[in-house]
T-cell receptor
């Protein structure tokens, strides 16, 4: 149980275009989802917290207009990287919390590798 | 605010040897502590967690960790390394509404 999927697993896009990454909780409802970014050989950096039906809460330094997060249902959150540039190339990982569990009860997706050319 | 420090970005062991990955934490409240493993190009898998109760926590794949409040540590150990243990390991502490990760330790296992 508690499986989180991401789609796509990898994507290559051209500079200036937008790309959408989906995060789904497959067998549970998630009121809260998180989006992380991971640079090569570095730790996970929390980008934003996404709550179903409300606006995402972004961490300091993360551009809200560049990284659009939508948590439209209890099983789906999307991250859209707008006007992508090579410096946005990274590994993006989402996580989800089942129901009303504590914030540390996160289940992680497999990640999406974004390469901007 | 919570934070974790992982000592050693790389740890090399021989197959069958003891694995010791170090993690020290800082927390203004009683911490919840975690170890995750990440294989290349994959997400994170929870190895074990400490919330309350017994300070020696056993996890999956033969790993265990001991919460030592006096030393503010939560080191990860495994008695005998296996080649399949080669991966990146992250220590994390639970803050208010989010997890805070350490910088990770890459475990290398040689035959």
């Amino acid at each position: 149980g508690a499986v989180v999927s991401q789609h796509p697993s990898w994507v290559i896009c051209k500079s200036g275009t937008s790309v959408k990454i989906e995060c789904r909780s497959l067998d549970f409802q998630a009121t809260t989802m998180f989006w992380y970014r991971q640079f090569p050989k570095q730790s996970l950096m929390l980008m934003a917290t996404s709550n179903e039906g409300s606006k995402a809460t972004y961490e300091q330094g993360v551009e809200k207009d560049k990284f659009l997060i939508n948590h439209a249902s209890l099983t789906l959150s999307t991250l859209t990287v707008t006007s992508a540039h090579p410096e946005d190339s990274s590994f993006y990982i989402c996580s989800a919390i089942p129901g009303r569990r504590a914030p540390y009860e996160q289940y992680f997706g497999p990640g999406t590798r974004l390469t901007v050319t | 605010a919570q934070s974790v420090t992982q000592l050693g970005s790389h740890v090399s062991v021989s197959e069958g040897a003891l694995v010791l990955l170090r993690c020290n934490y800082s927390s203004s409240v009683p911490p919840y502590l975690f170890w995750y493993v990440q294989y290349p190009n994959q997400g994170l898998q929870l190895l074990l967690k400490y919330t309350t109760g017994a300070t020696l926590v056993k996890g999956i794949n033969g790993f265990e960790a001991e919460f030592k409040k006096s030393e503010t540590s939560f080191h990860l150990t495994k008695p005998s390394a296996h080649m399949s243990d080669a991966a990146e390991y992250f220590c994390a502490v639970s803050g208010f509404q989010k997890l805070v990760f350490g910088t990770g330790t890459r475990l290398l296992v040689s035959p």
